[in-house]
């Protein structure tokens, strides 16, 4: 491939989401993300307690959830298992996560839209660590019995669906397709956890989703358009 076919590449994949991602900072700068500064903030918050000998079991019972527990009590926890870090994992690296794909994703959809695609993306990690686990390890698809008592993943499947979404909205298709082949060569060939287990469902919901707003918005553009009404369909 020449240089000016390459720039032209470059351009075609990342342009439109980094020039969004630069207008945004350049005339708000922090303001353009405070949704994502608060929850690294409280991410940080959750390390720096869980850490201490009085604060782990509190930290446990506000935002840790594993399929051993009732439903009820997962779905109750579940939307603060986004800003609780692994205990294993260096925190820095969850932090620089959030920063970069929580922030990238408030200033190109919003911060509502943001957080539902994050709570969305780790509800399908909860919802399939429980199924797996009823369908045993001798199912392609089965979990361990023993993982019922691992904690859910945590912050980076929010981060993995955040980023497909974003690449679909924005047409990264090159970059989408390199975190969905990532998320299943890390099950495939370097750790099949519950953790990339997880990873792996909140790919394929999302994916679905986004296949879900695309079929919608195909059909409901020949009826915009008959009104006079040129929206855009990835709104």
């Known amino acids: 491939m ?24 350049r005339t708000k700068k922090l303001r353009a993300i405070p949704m994502t500064i608060a929850a690294v903030c409280l991410t940080s918050l959750f390390q720096i307690v869980q850490n201490q000998s009085w604060g782990y079991q509190p930290v446990q019972n506000l935002g840790s959830v594993r399929a051993e527990e009732p439903l009820w009590l997962g779905l109750l926890r579940t939307p603060l298992s986004l800003f609780v870090p692994a205990l ?27 957080l539902v695609g994050a709570y969305v ?54 970059t989408c397709f390199l975190v969905v082949a990532a998320m299943f060569y ?32 195909q059909k409901r553009k020949p009826r915009d358009a008959h009104r006079g009404k040129g929206a855009d369909p990835h709104l």
């Open 88 to 114: 294993d994992l260096p925190v820095w690296g969850a932090l620089a996560q959030l920063l970069v794909v929580f922030g990238i994703s408030e200033i190109c959809l919003g911060w509502w839209r943001t």
């Open 2 to 25: 020449t240089v000016p076919a390459l720039r032209r590449a470059v351009r075609a994949e990342w342009g439109p989401l980094f020039g969004t991602v630069w207008r945004g900072l």
């Open 186 to 217: 890390e099950v495939l060939f370097i750790k099949n956890n519950l953790a990339g287990r997880e990873h792996i469902a909140a790919v394929v919901v999302v994916l679905a989703a986004c296949g879900v707003w695309e079929v919608w918005h």
């Open 121 to 174: 993306a780790t509800l399908a990690g909860t919802m399939y660590a429980r199924l797996g686990i009823a369908l045993g390890p001798d199912n392609f698809f089965g979990l361990p019995a023993s993982d019922a008592h691992v904690n859910d993943t945590g912050p980076s499947a929010a981060v993995v669906g955040l980023a497909i979404f974003v690449c679909w909205r924005y047409r990264a298709w090159f």
